[in-house]
């Protein structure tokens, strides 16, 4: 059974600030990872989204890489924005099968 | 492209009524749609998967009599809390899948239930 862990669950940076995120999985064989943000009481916004054969993937000031051997994925945001301030989750998901969510790190990046 | 609406986005309802969601594609046609539950500062958990015109599948530990879902053509799923308590208070999304691969989803934006 998939797990997916992320560190660390809280964050708080100045502006300004480059940052890492991470998400941890169990099980390797994975079909693609996804990260998103959400804000307070809202829905899902998809940041990035890296295909099991890709390592890494950018957009914009985010850059999102994959290692499936060791697990692990980061979320890199460059030069970090109050406007940045949310909780990012990270999802796995596995052939044939749904995603499975990471429980998220909130990050607050203050003024 | 690709936008997946959810109605209402909040409610609040007194312990024992039933409440329905909507969840709707708006530019494409979802062959799955997918409702999670999100209790505050934990992540999205997976409910139940709905296929267009067929049973929904639960995941083990949701009760089908109690969540009723329906899919009823290719861009509306509803979701409906039978007699609500507030224990089921929560945020609810929905997700819509374009074809038959479940990890091109789309998220609707969530639906705030709060049970009295």
């Known amino acids: ?111 | 492209g690709a936008v997946v609406s959810q109605h209402p986005s909040r409610v609040i309802c007194k312990s024992g009524t039933s409440v329905k969601i909507e969840c709707r594609s708006l530019d494409f046609q979802a062959t799955t749609m997918f409702w999670y539950r999100q209790f505050p500062k934990q992540s999205l958990m997976l409910m139940a998967t709905s296929n267009e015109g067929s049973k929904a599948t639960y995941e083990q530990g949701v009760e089908k009599d109690k969540f009723l879902i329906n899919h009823a053509s290719l861009t509306l799923s509803t979701l409906t809390v039978t007699s609500a308590h507030p224990e089921d208070s929560s945020f609810y999304i929905c997700s819509a899948a374009t074809g038959q691969s479940y990890n091109e989803q789309f998220f609707g934006p969530g639906t705030r239930l709060t049970v009295l």
Do not use: H, M
């Open chain 1, 1 to 111: 059974k998939q797990e997916v862990t992320q560190i660390p669950a809280a964050l708080s940076v100045p502006e300004g600030e480059n940052l890492v995120l991470n998400c941890s999985f169990t099980d390797s064989a994975i079909y693609n990872l996804q990260w998103f943000r959400q804000d307070p009481g809202k829905g899902l916004t998809s940041l990035l989204l890296i295909q099991s054969s890709q390592r890494e993937q950018t957009s914009g000031r985010l850059n999102a890489s994959l290692d499936k051997s060791s697990g692990r994925s980061t979320l890199y945001i460059a030069a970090s924005q109050p406007g940045d301030s949310a909780t990012y989750l990270c999802a796995v998901g596995n052939y044939g099968q749904n995603f499975v969510f990471g429980p998220g790190t909130r990050l607050s990046v203050l003024p």
